[in-house]
């Protein structure tokens, strides 16, 4: 069954540092998410992507935040100085073909901002 | 105001007994959907139930939406200790784009 994946599982950064997160999302869907989760809190909406840009961003996602679809395949989230409160799991989730369908999400990247 | 309120937040049974978790949200919505996750691990798609349909049922598992009083409820019949997790209602507006909105989710122990 097609599933959304994730890398890394787990990624340390010392404050300050850019990180860059993998997905692959489920082939051939269309929309693109990202979503972040502090520990022990509610899953937050980050962004949206759809043709090649971004269709819905939310506050937390600020200036140090970007998305990326270099190639076909991969749906990149970058950030570029991360904070002590940047440490959450980040997920990423995908739709297929209509707006509104059930959001598959991938495992999640663990990142710890030391 | 939040979206996506579930209640309670914390739920304790014992195998196959039956586990009822609310959800309450505050705006207009295209569909409702139901998460599972287990402890620091990924969210799994249990459900979607869509603004026009009042109950859908896949398993064990039976949701319920009342567009009146914008709630729904997910039900899980005859428990087992691998149903443990935190179970979540996430909702998409009727506005443009599909963003999730998320409750802060249930918390559900089966013992056995």
């Known amino acids: 069954e097609p599933e959304v994946t994730q890398t890394p599982s787990h990624q340390v950064t010392q404050m300050g540092q850019e990180v860059i997160l993998r997905c692959v999302p489920i082939s051939n869907h269309l929309y693109f998410y990202w979503y972040r989760q502090i520990l022990g809190q509610k899953v937050e909406f980050l962004v949206s992507?759809?043709?090649?840009?971004?269709?819905?961003k939310s506050e937390i996602f600020d200036d140090q935040f970007s998305v990326e679809r270099p190639d076909g395949s991969n749906f990149t989230l970058k950030i570029r100085s991360t904070k002590l409160e940047d440490s959450a799991m980040y997920f990423c989730?995908?739709?297929?073909?209509?707006?509104?369908?059930?959001?598959?999400f991938g495992p999640g990247t663990r990142l710890t901002v030391l | 105001s939040q979206q996506g309120e579930e209640d309670p937040q914390a739920l304790s049974i014992q195998e196959g007994e039956n586990a009822t978790m609310n959800c309450s949200y505050k705006?207009?919505?295209?569909?409702l959907q139901w998460y599972r996750q287990n402890s620091g691990r990924g969210l799994v798609h249990l459900i979607l139930?869509?603004?026009?349909?009042r109950e859908k049922h896949s398993g064990r598992l039976r949701v319920t939406l009342d567009t009146s009083k914008k709630s729904s409820s997910l039900l899980i019949t005859a428990s087992r200790a691998a149903d443990t997790a935190s179970y979540f209602c996430a909702t998409a507006t009727n506005q443009a784009g599909t963003a999730l909105i998320f409750g802060k989710g249930t918390t559900l122990s089966v013992s056995s």
């Open positions: 992507f759809y043709n090649n840009e971004i269709s819905e």
């Open positions: 989730a995908s739709i297929g073909f209509r707006l509104g369908d059930e959001q598959f």
């Open positions: 139930i869509r603004s026009n349909e």
């Open positions: 705006t207009s919505i295209n569909n």
